[in-house]
């Protein structure tokens, strides 16, 4: 029997100077805000708004994501370890022994909420003459390609990994000290938020959707946590069980933003009728 296994082992960081070391992980952070500043450049542009509130605005959206994502760790996921040591929280260093780590526990249901507040704070402070939800409309067309990015970084961390094929295939996180297989769900869940990239994209520039304020959003909503949804059942569930016996935690907590996402795409409709 061919074996089509991948034996996964690279080291998670690029360059080590000791004390401090540049990672995979947070060049693929860089990397999805770059990005998303030139898409959302040329949707303001499109839209005839000044191009240069988008610097503005990232600022505001890149702060919420590390924040949010940090917070949601460690409220969601890992609660047990932080409420000892608080200090670790927000301060990307290990004191037991003295260490720089960077903030390798990030939620990204966290991250979700934190952006919905800050675009709130942008749209008070920054652009008063658009609504709310028209920012929302266009600050999510770029959100999908920066998860891509965040999960390739998972990839390169041998982190969120999904659970063993019972086969010859998947990939082998040999760092992890494994020899059996795991589906690479970090690479099925970037190819997922690709896709969900090229539908917001076409819905924006090719239908007049973009118009009703808020479907872009809840298109949004809807399909990216659909597809973490879906990858979950593939995934080792990341606290360490599943809940309800069926569910896992990142499902149930994917649910809301689901329902919220169905809302704001039927409510139109609701409207009409």
Excluded at 18 to 29: Q, W
Excluded at 158 to 170: D, H
Excluded at 186 to 203: D, M, N, R, T
Aim: net charge positive.
């Amino acid at each position: 029997m061919i074996n089509l296994a991948i034996n996964w082992n690279p080291s998670p960081i690029l360059i080590d100077f000791g004390a401090i070391a540049i990672r995979y992980y947070s060049l693929m952070f860089v990397f999805a805000f770059l990005i998303g500043i030139y898409i959302e450049k040329k949707v303001y542009k499109k839209d005839g708004v000044n191009v240069d509130l988008v610097d503005s605005l990232f600022v505001y959206v890149a702060l919420a994501v590390l924040l949010g994502a940090r917070l949601g760790e460690v409220f969601f996921y890992s609660w047990d370890y932080y409420k000892n040591h608080l200090m670790e929280i927000l301060i990307p260093i290990q004191f037991k022994p003295f260490k720089i780590i960077g903030f390798s526990g990030l939620a990204s249901h966290g991250a979700a909420l934190a952006v919905i507040i800050s675009v709130y704070l942008f749209r008070r402070l920054k652009l008063r003459d658009k609504s709310y939800l028209w920012i929302l409309d266009r600050v999510v067309l770029a959100v999908p390609i920066g998860g891509a990015f965040v999960r390739l970084g998972n990839l390169m961390n041998s982190e969120i990994v999904g659970k063993y094929t019972g086969s010859n295939t998947g990939f082998i996180f040999q760092r992890l000290g494994e020899t059996e297989p795991r589906y690479p769900t970090q690479i099925f869940e970037a190819i997922g938020y690709v896709l969900v990239f090229f539908v917001l994209w076409f819905v924006y520039w090719k239908t007049n959707k973009k118009q009703k304020e808020g479907y872009l959003f809840g298109l949004f909503m809807m399909l990216l946590w659909a597809v973490r949804f879906i990858v979950e059942f593939w995934k080792e569930p990341q606290d360490g069980e599943n809940l309800l016996a069926v569910l896992n935690k990142g499902q149930i907590l994917s649910i809301p933003f689901i329902l919220i996402g169905a809302f704001f795409v039927l409510r139109h409709q609701f409207k009409k009728a």
